[in-house]
């Protein structure tokens, strides 16, 4: 089985210290992605549907990683946030 890989409802994450870190932050960095400030803009600056889903944003993540290997910013945060900003654009409204 692959790393991450989803059987019905349920998805399968390796038991290792690098994926259940990596699986957290990703959580943490998809609760971040519904926050807005005071005047209602998305803080991440992405605006991922409501039913996406923590696979969906590790997927984002890692395709954007591939395309942006020599460009990556080295925090970790500023990256995941590029990566949904490429693959969850708001539009000028800052609606998905």
């Not at 943490?28 to 923590?54: F, H, Y």
């Not at 910013?73 to 409204?93: I, Y």
Request: hydrophobic letters at 35%.
């Amino acid at each position: 089985m692959r790393p991450w890989q989803r059987t019905g409802q349920m998805v399968h994450i390796p038991k290792d210290k690098g994926a259940l870190v990596c699986w957290g932050y990703m959580k943490a960095m998809q609760d971040l992605s519904v926050w807005v400030d005071e005047n209602g803009n998305k803080i991440l600056g992405s605006c991922p549907p409501e039913r996406t889903t923590t696979l969906d944003l590790i997927h984002s993540f890692v395709g954007y990683g591939r395309s942006h290997r020599r460009q990556l910013p080295g925090n970790a945060a500023l990256a995941v946030a590029k990566a949904f900003q490429q693959a969850f654009p708001c539009d000028e409204n800052g609606a998905p």
